[in-house]
């Protein structure tokens, strides 16, 4: 028996349907889909808010056991975060007077802060919460899914943040999640933009079980029919996800099987010798050479931005790193790169970026200082309710 939730609009035009199943004990599942298919699930702001208040809906309703986040269609998850108003506001306040001051990027400033609370509420969710991270995941994507409880891939996923080729970093709690990869990949992947597999996806602890996509239907079949009580609720969606990975066959991890090569290339002192060691890799490795020319096409200064953050943000909480990417995503939507990249990969689709540094040698750190220049108190900072 199937429960349908009615407070949000179940027609197939809204961009996120809600339904709830109802178990065999009476208590439900809260079901989210992504459903922008043509967009590749492409994250917008009328998708976050559409999110963030059934989120916190279920959260109080005792006789939900547990949310499913999944997507429509074969082809993604979600690609990534939907950047065309985004870019179309910051090119118009980039012609107006005080340009440099990131309380001026207005619409900015709603997105981010409202993906980012979305993007906390899913790791600090108290309640089992299932991502079926099937196809493409990535950029914002990937914010979705780091954060939840239990985060399945399936043998079609393809993950990666390929925020340097906008001219961006990798955010949504990126700082949080590539820090806490094995060895050097974390910063590795935020340099390179490379993409990895289901297997990759375990092991760099993005996910925690692959699961055959062909499997889903027997999975939801399995959820049903658990005796959900509210205190053992984890453990038997963990059970559950164990049972139907085992008849998965995964393939070989190509991050872990290349991870004493990023040890190697990342160990470097300084921030120009590591991107001078990956971009000179000699290789015949098809999986190295996609690497290093990503970091070669991509933004520079995105590239320190993304090194710099991983530094500085090494013991901090995952709230105060939040606070942080807050700050540092409104100074990129200040800066030229940003708008740049989007508009040679998404707009014109020249592939041809301007970047404002031709080469990592020439960003300064005066220049990258600047992202860290906040303009709120701790007290009044947009996120400051983050704990």
Known sequence: MTDV??????????????????????????????????????????????????????????????????????????????????????????????????????????????????????????????????????????????????????????????????????????????????????????????????????FAKVADVQINQSDKAQVMEALLSQEWDGASDDVLLTRVLQTYAQKSTPAPSVLSGHLNAINQLCSAPTFVEIVNAIVDVKSDDVWLQKAAAGLAAGSPGSAYLSYALQKRARHMSLAEIFRLEYGVSLHCCARADFAEGIRALIIDKDKQPKWLHATAAEVGHEWLNGFFQSPWSNENHPLADLR
């Open 5 to 202: 939730f009615t407070s949000a609009p179940t027609v197939v035009s809204a961009p996120v349907l809600f339904e709830e199943l109802t178990a065999a004990n009476g208590k439900r599942i809260g079901v989210a889909t992504l459903n922008a298919e043509k967009s590749l699930n492409a994250l917008s702001l009328e998708m976050v808010d559409f999110l963030d208040p059934q989120m916190r809906r279920w959260e109080d309703d005792p006789q939900i056991a547990m949310v499913l986040l999944q997507a429509a269609g074969e082809k993604a998850f979600c690609a990534g975060g939907d950047l065309q108003q985004l870019y179309r506001t910051m090119v118009a306040q980039h012609q107006l007077d005080d340009s440099e001051n990131i309380l001026n990027y207005r619409y900015a400033g709603e997105f981010f802060e409202r993906e980012y609370r979305l993007d906390y509420l899913i790791h600090t969710f108290p309640k089992p919460m299932l991502v079926w991270g099937h196809g493409i995941v990535m950029g914002g994507g990937v914010g979705l899914m780091a954060g939840a409880s239990h985060r399945v891939v399936t043998e079609k996923t393809r993950l990666a943040m390929p925020e340097i080729a906008i001219g961006l970093y990798a955010d949504v709690g990126g700082t949080w999640f590539l820090n806490r990869m094995p060895g050097h990949a974390g910063l590795f992947l935020a340099l390179t933009g490379v993409t990895i597999n289901a297997t990759d996806a375990v």
